[in-house]
């Protein structure tokens, strides 16, 4: 029983599961609620079949170009698209209401342009098994979930902007309302995501209205800062900044009015914007839209305005890196010298800064340095939360060669393996089922120790602060705890450079 009226799953792949998928959580997105905060969702009678998962929501096609990722998960052209979009999945293992099983609700990324629940490596089965409940939450993208107007902020000043975002706290909430009926704990919640997801968990965690909502994050190569060059892919911008944008598609669209946008084909409105994306001018999460969103979430989270929640949180080995530009040692030093002053002879001593990469000197991981940033200011609040960083470096199979690109680190951490076509073999499906362990132990108590799936005690992973400087590696003999060396990475930090 749902709020809205009784819903039936099948069993999963393995019997003890039961998955629910394309539960309606809020009304469609369509026609007048296009471009307003999620809507209640009507009830029904009878009982409605969850079998399979909604349309996914409006964007470009997947699985018609060459990259790595239409080669990797989205791999079906022919997979249903929709407006309508707002629905979430459930699978539990639960067979009575008062089990009280963790819940783990999930936000998937892909820039907020791209991504659906019913990515292959979203399978929430192998997390099931565990004992905790998996809900994979849908929402809006692009222009349909970020799209800034100066008629939509006068309209309607209280949710002027940030439409996914409001997708994902409405399916949060849902699940605090319903998911004691699948077996759940409404009071034992982790939100969690990954890239675009990750960064939507910061954006949950600084909203303010979101206070118990949830008890635990995680945040998978989400938590970006780059030292030295301008992030240009999510410039922060405010209602009044990107409302021009808006003006900009709507004269594309050839419309004048709110209420002739929300007349139009959703399909016309997708090719328009697509063709202004790649252009460099896209809609995405808004910073300051004075409602959801009143501040740069990482500041929040350094801050301590955030909801403080224990995180558990890193990146892979090759995403994200960012360098210093220059043609020379001699002007690496230059160009350190005149933004470092006094502090610039120690950052040239430290290893690694002079040795040049394809990406320039000083190569830093721009997501280990936002969650060492972020947890080096947690530890200075009173009764700090415990935070725990991993970094994922496994050799990565396959003729490709891609090293631990953006996003692989999803196969291990949902233990999905068997669904991907990389010549994996024994010792990654030991990793990832290690690394599916720690991760469901955070779910469950917000510390990742403990055992694994057959009552093996797994290796010790401690909280990252400034006194363990303790992080945990996956590599591809299994995890290994590590130290914190010193370099680059603790430079800026330590010295507020980043």
């Known amino acids: 029983m749902t709020e809205s009226g009784i819903v039936r799953g099948l069993p999963a792949a393995d019997p003890r599961i039961t998955s629910f998928k394309g539960i309606p959580f809020a009304a469609p997105p369509v026609g007048k609620n296009r471009w307003r905060a999620p809507q209640p969702c009507e009830s029904w009678e009878g009982v409605r079949d969850c079998f399979e998962f ?3 929501s409006v964007q470009d096609t997947p699985g018609i170009g060459d990259d790595i990722y239409c080669r990797e998960w989205h791999v079906d052209p022919e997979i249903p698209m929709s407006e309508d979009c707002l629905y979430l999945n459930i699978w ?5 209401t008062d089990e009280k099983l963790p819940v783990l609700v999930w936000y998937f990324g892909g820039g907020f342009q791209w991504g659906y629940t019913p990515e292959m490596e979203f399978d929430g089965e192998r997390l099931a098994r565990r004992g905790i409940i998996v809900v994979t939450v849908n929402y809006r993208l692009g222009a349909f979930g970020f799209l800034c107007h100066p008629q939509i902020t006068a309209e309607q000043p209280d949710a002027p902007a940030n439409f996914g ?7 949060l909430r849902w699940v605090k309302r319903n998911i004691a009926n699948f077996g759940g704990d409404p009071d034992n919640i982790t939100i969690a995501g990954q890239s675009a997801g990750g960064g939507s968990v910061m954006a949950q965690m600084a ?13 998978f190569s989400g938590m970006i800062l780059q030292p030295y060059t301008p992030n240009d892919f999510f410039i922060p911008l405010d209602l009044e900044q990107a409302g021009k944008k808006g003006t900009e598609l709507f004269d594309a669209l050839g419309v004048k009015t709110l209420e002739e946008a929300r007349e139009l084909d959703a399909q016309y409105i997708r090719r328009i914007y697509s063709d202004l994306r790649n ?8 910073v300051n839209d004075g409602k959801f969103n009143t501040g740069d979430p990482m500041q929040a989270f350094v801050d301590g ?38 502090r610039a002879d120690a950052f040239m001593a430290l290893d690694g800064v002079k040795e040049k990469t394809p990406f320039g000197y000083a190569t830093v991981s721009a997501p280990e340095l936002g969650v060492k940033k972020a947890f080096r200011a947690e530890e200075k609040l009173d009764a700090p939360m415990k935070n725990y960083y991993y970094r994922f470096v496994p050799h990565i199979p396959g003729e490709d ?23 994996y073999d024994g010792k990654y499906y030991d990793l990832a089922r290690q690394m599916c362990d720690y991760w469901v132990n955070f779910i469950k108590t917000g510390d990742p120790n403990g055992f694994d799936l057959h009552g093996n005690k797994l290796p010790e992973w401690k909280p990252y602060n400034s006194d363990t400087r303790a992080e945990m590696e996956f590599r591809t003999e299994g995890a290994v705890p590590v130290t914190e060396k010193d370099g680059i990475v603790t430079f800026l930090v330590e010295n507020d450079l980043a």
């Open 401 to 423: 060669d891609p090293g631990t690109f953006h996003s692989v680190d999803l196969w291990f951490f949902f233990e999905t393996l068997a669904k991907c076509t990389r010549p």
């Open 54 to 56: 909604a349309p996914i």
């Open 305 to 342: 305005t955030r909801n403080r929640v224990p995180v558990f949180a890193g990146n892979t080995g090759d995403e994200f890196m960012d360098a210093i530009p220059s043609d020379s040692v001699e002007a690496l030093e230059a160009t350190v010298r005149e933004h470092m002053g006094e």
């Open 92 to 96: 539990t293992n639960a067979k009575t």
């Open 279 to 286: 252009q460099g001018k896209m809609f995405y999460t808004i």
């Open 207 to 219: 909203c303010k209205d979101n206070a118990g909502l949830f008890n635990k994050a995680a945040v």
């Open 165 to 171: 975002s409001l997708d994902q706290q409405a399916g």
